[in-house]
């Protein structure tokens, strides 16, 4: 693994609470990614930040905010949940725009709203 | 609008059998092209990029290849431990954006012994 921590890896939470998932990495790289995946669908871009404080929307960025504050964490905040985002979450990290810069996953938050 | 399309979306395979899976994509301006391994309950696992039409590369019983309009990743004589998810995704997002990629919904493989 590419020293990427999600945290919790499974949550269970009723419809119109607040849930923030968090991811941790430990390499220092200026790109952080938030996808979602779902059957029918792949993966798909939520949110993504290109360094402290720096972020901006993805295909799917409704219903969901992120936070930076620091290089080594970025939060996913669903402020009110909804059935329709039971999904399988996904933080990744990337070093440059450089070539051979590929996108490193981890291995995912399974959350279900109920 | 950019897009990527796997097919099949699911493949069976005895030990030994040849195949290759497709990515086709649509993109204004492509950037790169990657290969990814999926394994149920964990993240994709970087396998390939590709840039520029022509372009091969190989890792183990793995070929990707890269023309104007599709890839094919190549699998020889396949083993078991080979079944997974593959995804093919495409960088075409603005700069800032670092290494987004849009990915196809992936093909299933499935090997035999």
């Known amino acids: 693994d590419a020293g990427i921590t999600q945290s919790p890896r499974h949550k269970v939470t009723e419809t119109g609470t607040p849930v923030t998932l968090r991811c941790h990495q430990t390499?220092?790289?200026?790109?952080m990614y938030w996808y979602r995946q779902d059957p029918g669908h792949g993966l798909r871009l939520i949110h993504y930040s290109y360094g402290v404080k720096d972020t901006d929307k993805g295909e799917v960025s409704d219903g969901y905010s992120v936070s930076r504050s620091k290089t080594e964490d970025f939060l996913l905040t669903l402020e009110s949940a909804t059935s329709s985002q039971t999904s399988v979450y996904f933080c990744?990290?990337?070093?440059?725009?450089?070539?051979?810069?590929?996108?490193?996953f981890g291995n995912g938050t399974r959350l279900t709203v109920t | 609008e950019d897009q990527v399309t796997q097919s099949p979306e699911a493949l069976r395979l005895q030990e030994g059998e040849s195949s290759s899976l497709n990515c086709s994509y649509t993109v204004s301006g492509l950037r790169g092209l990657f290969w990814y391994r999926q394994d149920p309950g964990k993240g994709p696992e970087f396998l390939f990029t590709l840039y520029s039409a022509g372009e091969e590369k190989e890792k183990e019983r793995l070929k990707a290849t890269l023309t104007k309009k599709e890839s094919f990743l190549h699998i020889t004589a396949p083993k078991p431990e080979d079944s997974a998810t593959y995804l093919c995704a495409v960088q075409a997002l603005p700069r800032q954006a670092g290494t987004a990629l849009i990915f196809g919904k992936g093909t299933t493989l499935s090997v035999s012994s």
């Open positions: 390499e220092n790289h200026r790109y």
């Open positions: 990744a990290i990337s070093e440059s725009v450089l070539r051979d810069s590929p996108l490193h």
